[in-house]
């Protein structure tokens, strides 16, 4: 089991990090793999988590805050002291299983926009934990989505490229203030 990050599940003043938003092109470019898992990546992660807390999310990816690295954090259980959130440092998905599930999904960096994607619904990840280690795990239902969600934010993909529904998409966004323009539609 990796190493567990502890940090206090609470919402803060204010969050060491600010989250970006869709228009922003930091957002967009393919982020950086972590050379070495050192001090500064632990610290990353530490204030990654406080600010994926204080806005009330269950996953953060760097870019999302203007850091061009592969690192993301996770935890969809925020309400639960004693399960403890996860970072992954350069994650790769090795494996999808054929089923797909179509569910909700909003994001910190487009907040109000609550739209449905279709993903795989169980994933083999790889990456390095907090410590540097290598480990592989193996996730399904709302953990594998979440996952494939900040490993999207790794290549530049926000969850509204992947919407089908051109309609709500362009509707929601504009409900919300964000610009049609800025979404670069991925098709699977």
Do not use: W
């Amino acid at each position: 089991m990796p190493a567990a990050v502890l940090v206090e599940k609470k919402k803060l003043k204010n969050p060491p990090l600010d989250i970006h938003t869709l228009g922003d092109r930091v957002l967009r470019q393919p982020a950086k793999r972590v050379a070495k898992v050192d001090d500064s990546i632990r610290q990353l992660v530490i204030d990654m988590l406080k600010t994926m807390y204080s806005a009330d999310g269950i996953g953060l990816a760097a870019p999302q805050v203007g850091i061009n690295k592969q690192v993301i954090v996770v935890d969809c259980h925020p309400d639960e002291p004693d399960e403890p959130p996860l970072a992954l440092i350069n994650p790769v998905i090795k494996a999808t299983n054929q089923d797909l599930e179509t569910d909700q999904e909003g994001c910190l960096s487009i907040p109000g926009v609550y739209l449905d994607v279709c993903r795989p619904t169980e994933i083999e990840v790889s990456y390095k934990d907090e410590a540097g280690r290598p480990q592989t795990l193996r996730a399904d239902g709302l953990l594998a989505r979440c996952i494939q969600h900040e490993i999207d934010h790794l290549k530049g993909v926000m969850f509204v490229d992947r919407v089908e529904n051109d309609l709500m998409l362009t509707e929601a966004l504009r409900k919300n203030g964000f610009a049609r323009q800025d979404v670069q539609p991925v098709r699977a």
